[in-house]
């Protein structure tokens, strides 16, 4: 394990990273593939959780004709349908994992409960979160932060379409600057959309640094967890 920068990682992916080239739906081969590197960073030691969102299948918050609560509900049943994906593709990779959902659904995952979730983890079972926090309102963004401290990760890994944090959105704006640290405090003030307020408040509060990095490469998930510079460092530090 010295050649590690992180014991226990919570793993933020995005219903569109398991879309691949698509826009919607599953690549199932290329979630395959992210199970491979997921199962590297297993062997080496590494306590991986993960969170995933829905984007691939729903996204309520663009549906202004629904009840808000009810499509929220919805899209945490995205999740938990990303989530047996995941396990899936980890289990033909060789890897121990458990699906636990903040929604009751005996049939097809455990319901969440911290204790057994370290638990889990200290087995080495990777370890996915379903159904968002469980309620309304909330971003798998701000569940994310939520697990991560529950489960005392050491980081969460943000993988995302663009290698990092910059300045403006790059795709818009070709003089934006990547940034290789910012403080949780210039996310809010700039807002930069990374992330929403909630999640970024909640690990300013509990000290959990976030990593974004690209994930267009999944390999790029174990060069995150050997510490390589590929991305940006959310923190509380200053410069």
Known sequence: MADIAYRRILLKLSGEALAGS?????????????????????????????????????????????????????????????ALTVQDALIQNGVECRVMSAIEMRQIAEPFIRNRAISHLQKGYVVIFA?????????TDTCAALRAAEVNADVI?????????????????PNAKKLHHIRY??????????????????????????????????????????????????DSKGE
């Open 22 to 82: 698509g826009k919607s739906g599953i690549d199932f081969d290329y979630v395959l593939k992210i199970g491979s590197y997921i199962k590297e960073c297993v062997d080496k030691g590494v306590q991986v959780a993960i969170v995933v969102g829905g984007g691939n299948y729903w996204r309520g918050r663009s549906n202004q004709q629904m009840d808000r609560t009810r499509a929220d509900y919805i899209g945490m049943l995205a999740t938990t349908m990303n």
């Open 131 to 139: 159904s968002g926090t469980g309620n309304p309102y909330f971003s």
């Open 157 to 173: 890994f943000k993988a995302t379409n663009v290698d990092g944090v910059y300045t403006a959105d790059p795709k818009k704006d």
């Open 185 to 234: 405090i210039d996310i809010l003030k700039d807002e930069l959309g990374v992330m929403d307020s909630a999640a970024a408040a909640l690990c300013n509060e509990n000290n959990i640094p976030i990593y974004v990095f690209d994930m267009s490469d999944p390999a790029n998930i174990v060069r995150a967890v050997l510490g390589e510079d590929i991305g940006t460092t959310i």
